[in-house]
C-alpha cells in the first residue's frame, strides 16, 4: 500500500511526459488550433470596398462560388512573404473568387500597400475595426479561409500560406 | 567582444560544475577549496549575464539576441529588461538565478560540511542541466550575421516597469526551490540529523516570499495593462506558478510544525521535491510554447523537448530517492481531534488536493488535443468552482490554527472565539441583506473577516503585547493570517460586488459614476520616445473642486506595429475606478467604466503576507 502511495508521483509524471512528448512531437503548434468554424457557415459580414465606399460586399455576395478569403494588412509583414501566391493562384484558378480584407489599416497605407506590391484581390472589403475578423475568429494576420458554394468553410489556415502548404492543403480542395 | 566574454564565461561556469559533480566519485579536494569553486562559479555565471545585459544597454546588435528583442530607442530601464524579455536570455536569468542561491547557500555555517557539499553537488547538477539547455538550444550569445544598425523592439507589452521586475523576482521564487529540493534530496542521501530542516525552512520561506512577490506582480501587471478590469485569469501561466505557490505553502507550514516526526519529515521532502518539479514544469509548459500566451516567446520543438527531458530528470530523480530511500524511523504522529498536529495534516491534504486540481485544469487540454484533435480550454469555470471551495475549510481553520495546542484538544479562550464568531457572522449577514445578497460573497466576507478577527483576539489574548522584534517574531503566523483574511476580503469584493457601466460618449459629453458627474474632456495623441499614445481624458466628480483627472487610453508601438491599452485607474482606499477606453465609431467613443470595491485590499494583504515572509526568515 505505502509503495503504491510513493509511486502515484511517478505515475503522474509518466502521464504527463508521455502526452507532453507526443503533443510536442506531432507538430502541433498552439498557434494553429483546431477551428471550431471548419465545415461551419461562413460568418455573415458586410464590408465595403476600399477603393469605394459605396461598393458594399455582404456575405449573400459570396454564395455560389468558391470563395478565398484572406485578412491581412500593411503592416503585417508575414503578409507580405505570401502576397505574390494569391496572383498564382488567381491565373490558375480564375474561377475562384478572392476576397481580401483589410485589417485595421489606415485606408492610404492599405491602398499603398497594394499599389506598391499589386493586388491579386477581386474585392478588397475594408475591416478597419477588426470586427469581421472577430467573427471569423482571427487569431493573427495573415489568416485565409477557403469557402465553398454551399457557403462553408472548409479550409483554414494561420500564419502566410506557402506553395506546399498552397499545392498540398489548397489545391485539392479546388 | 562582451557576448564573447559571455559565452566563455558561461562554458567555464558549467566546467566548474562538472569538475565539481566529478568531484564526488573522482576527484577528492578540500571543503575549503569546495565551496570556493562553488563560488567562482557563481561569479562566471553572473559575469556571462552581466554581459548581455551590457549588450543590450550599449545596443550591440552584433550580437543576434540583442538585434532581435531591443531596439535603440528604447528608454534605459527597458533595455536593462530586455535582456530577460526573450526566451534566451531568460533562461540565463534563470540559470544566474540558480547561481545565486547556490552562491549564498555555499556561505551556511550551522550544518554539516559534507551535507552542504552533497546539495551543492544536486545543484550542480541542476546548473549543467540548465546550462547545457542555454548553450545548445538557447544560446543568447550568438552573433548576428548581417551587419545592422538599428534592432527590431521587443515586445510592447512587456515595456512597463512593474513587469520589467517580474521576472527576476518570480525566478527567485522558482528557481529558490532548486536549494530547497537539493536539500531534501541531500537529507535522503544522508539520513544523519533534523539539523538540516532548519535551513530547508529558511530557504523555501526565502523561495515562498519571492513567488509571492513575481505572482503579486504579474497580476497588478495585468490589472492595469491588459485593460480587462481583472487581476486573476486562470491562464495557464498564472497556474503553473500559482502550483508552486501552494505546493510552498504547505512546505513552509509543515516545516514550521516538525518536531522530529518521521510521517512530517517524509512528507516535507516529498513536497520540497513537488515545489521544485512544479517550477521546472511550469518553465516548461511555458518556454516550450505548448501554452500561448504573452510568455510563450517562440515555439521551437527542440528546445520543448531538451525542457521536457530535464523535468523527467529532475522531477523522476527526485521521486526516485524519495521512494528508495526511506527517512529513518522516529517519532510518530500525536494526531488528536483538533491539535495542531491534525490541523496541519488537513491543511496540508486541502493544499495538495487544490494543487492537483489545478494541474489536471491546466494539462487537461493538452491531454484532450492529443487524444481528440480537438482544441479546448480550461478557463475560470472549472478553476472557481474546484479550487475554492476546496481551499474554503482551510481558511476557515486557519485562523485559529496558530494558538492550538500540540499536546491537547483544549482551546485556548474558545468562548471569545465562539462568541466573536457569532457577533461577526450576524453583521455580515445584516450587511448582505442590505445590499444584494450572493453566498459567494456572504462566505468570502465571513470567512475574511472571520480570520482578521480571530487572529486579532488571539494576539491580545495569548500574548503580551509589548512593542519590540521578538513580539513581532511571535506574532507573525497571526500576521500572516490577517493578510490573508485582508487579501479574502478583497478578492470577495473586487470579483462579487464589481460593478460595470458601458457608455458610448462624444468629446465633451457628461456621464454618471455611481452618483458622481464625469465629463469626457477630449482625446489627446501626443508622441514619446518609442511609441505614439491616445487618450481619452476624463475629469472624475466634476461637482468637487478637486475633481479627480483619469487618462484612459492607447499606445501604438510603430517599431513593434502593436497597440496595447492603457486602463485608466483611479485608485480610492476602498474602490477603484477603471476606465477603460474602447474604439471609436460613428463620432462616438466607447467607453467601459469597471467599479472595482476594496481592490487595494488585495495588494495589502499581499504586502503583509511578503512582509511576514520576510520576518519569518528572521526567526529560527
Redesign the interface.
Known amino acids: 500500500m505505502n509503495r503504491i502511495v510513493v509511486l502515484t508521483p511517478l505515475i503522474i509524471l509518466l502521464i504527463i511526459c508521455i502526452f507532453s512528448l507526443t503533443y510536442l512531437l506531432s507538430g502541433k503548434d498552439p498557434n494553429k488550433p483546431p477551428s471550431a468554424l471548419l465545415n461551419k457557415d461562413v460568418p455573415s459580414f458586410e464590408s465595403s470596398s476600399l477603393y469605394n465606399s459605396k461598393k458594399v460586399i455582404k456575405t449573400k455576395d459570396i454564395k455560389n462560388k468558391k470563395t478565398l478569403i484572406n485578412f491581412f494588412a500593411s503592416w503585417c509583414s508575414p503578409c507580405k512573404i505570401e502576397h505574390p501566391l494569391f496572383f498564382e493562384i488567381r491565373k490558375k484558378y480564375p474561377q475562384l473568387y478572392l476576397l481580401g480584407f483589410n485589417h485595421k489599416d489606415p485606408t492610404s497605407d492599405a491602398i499603398k500597400y497594394l499599389e506598391d506590391d499589386g493586388n491579386p484581390y477581386h474585392f478588397v472589403g475594408v475591416d478597419s475595426d477588426g470586427l469581421i475578423a472577430l467573427e471569423f475568429g482571427v487569431f493573427g494576420l495573415p489568416e485565409t479561409y477557403l469557402i465553398d458554394e454551399d457557403g462553408k468553410i472548409i479550409f483554414k489556415f494561420m500564419g502566410p500560406i506557402t506553395k506546399d502548404i498552397l499545392k498540398n492543403e489548397i489545391e485539392p480542395l479546388l | 567582444m562582451s557576448s564573447l566574454v559571455g559565452f566563455l564565461s558561461l562554458v567555464f561556469a558549467i566546467g566548474i560544475n562538472f569538475y565539481l559533480f566529478l568531484s564526488r566519485y573522482i576527484f577528492k579536494f578540500q571543503k575549503q577549496k569546495f565551496n570556493l569553486f562553488t563560488r567562482f562559479s557563481s561569479l562566471l555565471t553572473l559575469l556571462s549575464f552581466f554581459s548581455l545585459m551590457y549588450a543590450y544597454v550599449v545596443s550591440d546588435f552584433s550580437n543576434y539576441n540583442v538585434f532581435q528583442n531591443s531596439h535603440s530607442n528604447k528608454p534605459l530601464i527597458y533595455k536593462i529588461s530586455g535582456t530577460w524579455g526573450n526566451h534566451e536570455g531568460s533562461m540565463l536569468l534563470w540559470l544566474s538565478i540558480l547561481s545565486i542561491f547556490s552562491f549564498f547557500f555555499s556561505f551556511t555555517k550551522n550544518i554539516d560540511e559534507s551535507f552542504k557539499r552533497l546539495t551543492l553537488i544536486i545543484q550542480s547538477l541542476l546548473h549543467i542541466l540548465f546550462g547545457l539547455f542555454i548553450i545548445f538550444t538557447s544560446n543568447p550569445f550568438l552573433v548576428n550575421s548581417i551587419l545592422v544598425n538599428e534592432g527590431l523592439g521587443l515586445n510592447p507589452i512587456l515595456q512597463d516597469p512593474g513587469l520589467a521586475v517580474h521576472p527576476p523576482i518570480l525566478y527567485g521564487g522558482y528557481v529558490g526551490y532548486s536549494i530547497v529540493f537539493s536539500i531534501a534530496i541531500a537529507g535522503l542521501f544522508q539520513n544523519t540529523d533534523d539539523e538540516w530542516l532548519y535551513v530547508a525552512k529558511k530557504w523555501s520561506l526565502i523561495s515562498w516570499t519571492f513567488l509571492t512577490g513575481g505572482i503579486a506582480l504579474g497580476s497588478y501587471w495585468a490589472y492595469y495593462e491588459l485593460g480587462w478590469g481583472g487581476w486573476w485569469f486562470w491562464d495557464p501561466v498564472e497556474n503553473v506558478s500559482l502550483m508552486p505557490w501552494i505546493a510552498g505553502l504547505a512546505l513552509v507550514h509543515s516545516l514550521m510544525m516538525v518536531r522530529g516526526e518521521q510521517a512530517i519529515k517524509k512528507w516535507i521532502i516529498?513536497l520540497s521535491?513537488?515545489c521544485f518539479?512544479l517550477s521546472v514544469?511550469g518553465t516548461?509548459l511555458v518556454r516550450?510554447?505548448?501554452?500561448?500566451s504573452v510568455h510563450?516567446f517562440a515555439?521551437d520543438?527542440s528546445r520543448?523537448?531538451f525542457i521536457?527531458l530535464i523535468?523527467?530528470i529532475v522531477?523522476?530523480f527526485g521521486?526516485?530517492v524519495?521512494?528508495l530511500k526511506e527517512p529513518k524511523k522516529s517519532k510518530t504522529l500525536n494526531l488528536l481531534f483538533i491539535n495542531k498536529v491534525s490541523a496541519l495534516v488537513i491543511n496540508n491534504i486541502l493544499m495538495i488536493i487544490a494543487t492537483l486540481t489545478i494541474l489536471l485544469g491546466t494539462?487537461y487540454p493538452?491531454?484532450i488535443?492529443?487524444l481528440y484533435?480537438?482544441?479546448i480550454s480550461v478557463g475560470g469555470p472549472y478553476f472557481n468552482a474546484t479550487v475554492i471551495p476546496i481551499m474554503i475549510p482551510g481558511f476557515l481553520l486557519m485562523s485559529i490554527a496558530p494558538i492550538l495546542s500540540w499536546q491537547t484538544n483544549k482551546i485556548q479562550n474558545s468562548k471569545k472565539y465562539v462568541l466573536g464568531f457569532i457577533i461577526l457572522s450576524v453583521l455580515v449577514l445584516i450587511q448582505s441583506y442590505f445590499l444584494n445578497f450572493n453566498t459567494w460573497g456572504f462566505v468570502g466576507l465571513l470567512l475574511g473577516f472571520w480570520i482578521i478577527l480571530a487572529s486579532i483576539i488571539a494576539i491580545f489574548s495569548s500574548y503580551n503585547v509589548k512593542f519590540n522584534i521578538k513580539f513581532f517574531q511571535i506574532i507573525n503566523p497571526h500576521i500572516a493570517h490577517i493578510g490573508v483574511g485582508i487579501a479574502i476580503v478583497g478578492i470577495t469584493c473586487s470579483s462579487v460586488f464589481q460593478n460595470e457601466l458601458d457608455f458610448n460618449l462624444n468629446e465633451g459629453d457628461e456621464f454618471n459614476v455611481n452618483g458622481k458627474k464625469v465629463i469626457f474632456e477630449k482625446i489627446e495623441t501626443t508622441n514619446e520616445i518609442n511609441f505614439q499614445s491616445l487618450r481619452g481624458n476624463f475629469l472624475f466628480d466634476i461637482e468637487k473642486k478637486q475633481s479627480k483627472k483619469i487618462e484612459a487610453g492607447k499606445n501604438y508601438y510603430p517599431v513593434s506595429?502593436m497597440i496595447t491599452s492603457e486602463a485608466g485607474i483611479l485608485h480610492q482606499w476602498n474602490r477603484d475606478i477603471y476606465f477603460i477606453l474602447g474604439?471609436q465609431?460613428n463620432n462616438e467613443w466607447f467607453v467601459k467604466v469597471l467599479i472595482n470595491p476594496f481592490v487595494s485590499f488585495i495588494w495589502l494583504g499581499v504586502v503583509i503576507m511578503i512582509y511576514s515572509g520576510f520576518i519569518a526568515v528572521t526567526k529560527r
Do not use: M, P, Q
Open positions: 516529498f521535491i513537488l518539479s514544469f516548461f516550450s510554447g505548448i501554452l500561448t510563450s515555439a520543438a520543448g523537448i521536457l523535468f523527467f522531477t523522476g521521486f526516485l524519495f521512494l494539462i493538452i491531454i488535443e492529443v484533435n480537438k482544441r506595429k474604439d465609431k
